[in-house]
């Protein structure tokens, strides 16, 4: 990303985390420990949104909180 002056939508990510998205014919088996859960976005820290699918071939840990 950021290679191409011409194209506003392709700038550098702040956060350095290297997109690795998955191939069309990913098999989706759930949302249990070491099962592939469908796509979903979510915002970052720096206003950008990623997709889980982009973290493909990675080891991925999600941790979610609520607030009162």
């Known amino acids: 990303m950021g290679s191409d002056p011409l ?3 392709d700038v550098p990510y702040a956060g350095g985390w290297k997109k ?3 191939s069309a014919d990913l098999d989706i ?3 249990g420990v070491g099962q ?3 796509d979903f ?3 970052d820290q720096y ?3 990623w ?3 982009d973290f493909c071939d990675s080891t991925v840990m999600l941790e979610f909180s609520g607030f009162t």
């Open 7 to 9: 194209d506003a939508s």
């Open 20 to 22: 690795a998205p998955c």
């Open 29 to 31: 088996t759930g949302d």
């Open 36 to 38: 592939t859960p469908g």
């Open 41 to 43: 976005a979510l915002v």
């Open 47 to 49: 206003g950008e949104d």
């Open 51 to 53: 997709y889980l699918h």
